[in-house]
């Protein structure tokens, strides 16, 4: 059988991937001086992750809206965990962690600030690049993020507008630039989430999405597969099992032996997703206009090869 055409990419589409490869190179660079301020005080490293959902408060419903992808139940032990470590304390059903909602205290959000300030200052050291070409960069990532903040709805911008930010205008200049690619990742996520939405069902059907997504991408093509593949999110090999038998249901997906493939029903609507998700994410990126994002691309890509290998 043929393969089904690529979709033709977005214009922008070539300059997306090093400004997200830039935060995980950077947060691989900062992680040494993170990890032993972390350990030094006592403050554990879930909690740091959790300050893309906002420290403002935190809950199961709350967590779901920006990974939607994970097993509900790992949010609601982590949160309780934390809860009982005396960094959160609960406001509302605090006798059940499915439904109890947290409120952040505030010496958890310092020590979050805390822990990003000693990655930011190690980054600051360990970047070879002049102030004036990192400016440039955060200037044209910032461009973006005030347009994304003004795009229209859809999409909402829950998470673009909730995250936890803890890069002053005093911190180091890759630490404003991680900060600002961080916006982007967030209003990337607002926006493919609304575009899937329309399909399954966010609040229920996460899990299922995901494991479409590993088929229909080639990243997996099996429970086990994708139980291997997204081990972070929780679900085990018979969850998938079930989620795949879904799908065939629906017409998405059918099986060929133990391995699943995408119906041309199923890719025509993925493709479409992943269409949606580009022509929303986009649009913002016309305040800096084509010449802007050629720039953008470039200026990232030097600042990429620059970087020391890990």
């Known amino acids: 059988m043929a393969a089904p055409p690529v979709p033709d990419p977005h214009p922008f589409a070539a300059a997306w991937p090093p400004i997200e490869t830039t935060v995980f190179e950077f947060w691989g660079l900062a992680r040494p001086a993170m ?11 879930a909690l740091h992750n959790y300050a893309e ?13 920006r990974d939607p992808y994970a097993r509900p139940e790992d ?13 959160l304390e609960a406001v509302e059903d605090g006798d059940d962690p499915m439904t109890a909602r947290y409120v952040v205290l505030p010496h958890a959000r310092e020590a979050v600030r805390a822990i990003d300030a000693a990655g930011d200052a190690l980054l600051g050291d360990l970047v070879a690049v002049p102030d004036a070409d990192l400016a440039r960069i955060h200037e044209l990532l910032a461009m973006i993020h005030a347009a994304n903040l003004a795009a229209p709805e859809p999409p909402a911008r829950w998470a673009a507008e909730r995250r936890f930010r803890s890069a002053s205008e005093g911190a180091p200049l890759p630490g404003r630039i991680r900060e600002a690619a961080l916006d982007l990742l967030a209003y990337r996520d607002d926006v493919h989430l609304a575009a899937w939405s329309a399909h399954a069902d966010p609040a229920a059907e996460g899990a299922l999405w995901n494991a479409f997504s590993h088929v229909w991408s080639g990243a997996a093509s099996t429970a086990e597969g994708i139980a291997l593949a997204a081990a972070f999110r929780g679900y085990d090999a018979s969850f998938y099992e ?33 269409r949606q998700t580009d022509e929303w994410f986009f649009a913002p990126w016309a305040v800096i206009g084509e010449e802007g994002v050629a720039e953008l691309r470039e200026r990232v890509e030097a600042l990429l090869r620059s970087l020391p290998i890990l």
Do not use: H, M
């Open 35 to 45: 990890n032993a301020l972390a350990a030094e005080q006592g403050i554990p490293l």
């Open 53 to 65: 959902l906002g420290l403002e408060t935190l809950s199961v419903a709350e967590a779901l809206r």
């Open 75 to 87: 949010f609601a032990g982590e949160f309780a965990r934390l809860a009982a470590a005396g960094w």
């Open 242 to 274: 079930q989620a795949l038998a879904d799908l065939e249901a629906r017409g998405w997906l059918v099986a060929e032996g133990a391995e699943y493939r995408t119906t041309a029903a199923g890719q025509a609507l993925r493709d479409g997703v992943e």
